[in-house]
């Protein structure tokens, strides 16, 4: 399983963009780039998957440079509910996935 | 789409007891999908795959006997903790995708407290 590295925390006040990048040097060829947003007590939210080059959706971008190794999950302006647990991890989509200890953001109004 | 349906949502039970947690995929199929175990302020912890038809595989370290999976058709899994006792106490959560290319999408979670 590729592992990752990313902050283990964030502040940030409402309004502003905020942006988790995510390192996983031994990404193998078929793995995609998925991030997850969790609530206390909740499963694990899906917010956005990619491959390569950029992603967006109606909630997040995903920045993933050529070498694929790193990644960058980009929220514009957040809200105090975004404060949550984000989780970056690497892998095929119907296989086992490895969940580092993620990135705690906290927004603060 | 891709909903993961996992019931109960809380269990609250003595030690000894057996429970039976049920994880469902509502609309679509899923011949793979996944259990795992957090404990307070710490990250998901994978404890075994479970496989339609076939026997799940376990993560180093989790006891199979304790934890008893079945995957008994294309869209349910149940996990069973067997005679648990306090120290099973967790939350546990199941995920399933609906293939190779695709997220694994993840239930609401089972908060499992034994007394």
């Known amino acids: 399983l590729a592992k990752t590295t990313q902050p283990i925390s964030m502040d940030s006040y409402e309004g502003q963009e905020v942006n988790i990048t995510c390192s996983h040097n031994n990404i193998a060829t078929n793995d995609y780039i998925t991030w997850y947003q969790q609530f206390p007590s909740q499963g694990p939210r899906f917010i956005i998957q990619g491959y390569k080059t950029k992603v967006t959706n109606e909630v997040a971008s995903l920045f993933i440079p050529a070498d694929r190794k790193s990644s960058t999950l980009s929220l514009p302006r957040v809200s105090l509910s975004d404060t949550a647990v984000y989780y970056c991890?690497?892998?095929?989509?119907?296989?086992?996935?490895?969940f580092g200890a993620g990135t705690t953001v906290t927004v603060r109004a | 789409g891709a909903v993961v349906s996992q019931h109960p949502s809380r269990v609250i039970c003595k030690s000894g007891t057996s429970v039976k947690i049920e994880c469902r995929s509502l609309d679509f199929q899923a011949t793979t999908m996944f259990w795992y175990r957090q404990f307070p302020k710490q990250s998901l912890m994978l404890m075994a795959t479970s496989n339609e038809g076939s026997k799940a595989t376990y993560e180093q370290g989790v006891e199979k006997d304790k934890f008893l999976i079945n995957h008994a058709s294309l869209t349910l899994s149940t996990l069973t903790v067997t005679s648990a006792h306090p120290e099973d106490s967790s939350f546990y959560i199941c995920s399933a995708s609906e293939g190779s290319n695709q997220p694994q999408h993840f239930g609401d979670g089972t908060r499992l407290s034994i007394l």
């Open positions: 991890l690497v892998g095929e989509g119907d296989y086992k996935l490895s």
